[in-house]
């Protein structure tokens, strides 16, 4: 069984320059999250999808990042324009269901702005 | 803000030996899960115990689970150099089962 795919692996962008990161879950899986982690610190979610419906948006900064999940599979998070605090790992995961909620985590996309 | 907090912060021990870290939350619980996590990778499920649960062993992982002092703690026994990575507990409560998640046991095996 796949696992969960992120693209690009690595990311180096200028400041205000937009970027934008893919997220292929494990097929079956309902949810999907994007996660946020700074060196040394856990995730902090940013958005959690059901399906194609985003169902906890709280902490994502709605003024520069957005996100899709189009036909409840693929993702994309974006961000437009970058600050030089948005440098971190991006993490997308999915479970099976919000109950069921053993996630499994992609690789990653470190993004630097420089 | 990050409910599950992880102690110690960094343990360092010599191969073979056992490794114990903790975790302590706020609020009560659907599940709490432990998670490892090596260097520049992402986040791997190791366990998960329920809050009717009071200990649950998996291979060389034991972790327990103390509800009324809001705790959890993950034992790894007879470590290996491959154990090194970073160890993160992630509580699951309220109806919409978010995780929320701690900062993280640095473990450093030495051979």
């Known amino acids: 069984e796949a696992g969960v795919v992120q693209s690009p692996r690595y990311k180096i962008i200028e400041k205000k320059q937009p970027v934008a990161f893919w997220c292929n879950p494990i097929?079956?899986?309902?949810?999907l999250y994007w996660y946020l982690q700074n060196l040394g610190q856990g995730p902090e979610l940013l958005i959690r999808?059901?399906?194609?419906?985003?169902?906890?948006d709280s902490q994502l900064p709605k003024d520069r990042f957005s996100a899709e999940r189009l036909k409840g599979v693929d993702s994309t998070l974006k961000i437009q324009p970058a600050e030089l605090g948005d440098s971190a790992v991006y993490l997308c995961?999915?479970?099976?269901?919000?109950?069921?909620?053993?996630?499994?985590f992609g690789a990653g996309t470190r993004l630097s702005v420089l | 803000s990050q409910q599950g907090e992880e102690d110690p912060q960094a343990l360092s021990i010599q191969e073979g030996e056992n490794a114990t870290m903790n975790c302590s939350y706020k609020?009560?619980?659907?599940?709490l899960q432990w998670y490892r996590q090596n260097s520049g990778r992402g986040l791997v499920h190791l366990i998960l115990?329920?809050?009717n649960e009071r200990e649950k062993h998996s291979g060389r992982l034991r972790v327990t689970l103390d509800t009324s002092k809001k705790s959890s703690s993950l034992l790894i026994t007879a470590s290996r150099a491959a154990d090194t990575a970073s160890y993160f507990c992630?509580?699951?409560?309220?109806?919409?089962?978010?995780?929320?998640w701690g900062a993280g046991t640095k473990l450093i095996i030495k051979p």
């Open positions: 995961a999915s479970s099976l269901s919000p109950s069921e909620n053993i996630q499994y």
């Open positions: 097929s079956g899986h309902n949810t």
């Open positions: 999808y059901e399906n194609e419906e985003a169902v906890d």
């Open positions: 609020t009560s619980i659907n599940n």
């Open positions: 115990i329920r809050s």
């Open positions: 992630a509580v699951s409560g309220g109806s919409n089962y978010q995780l929320i």
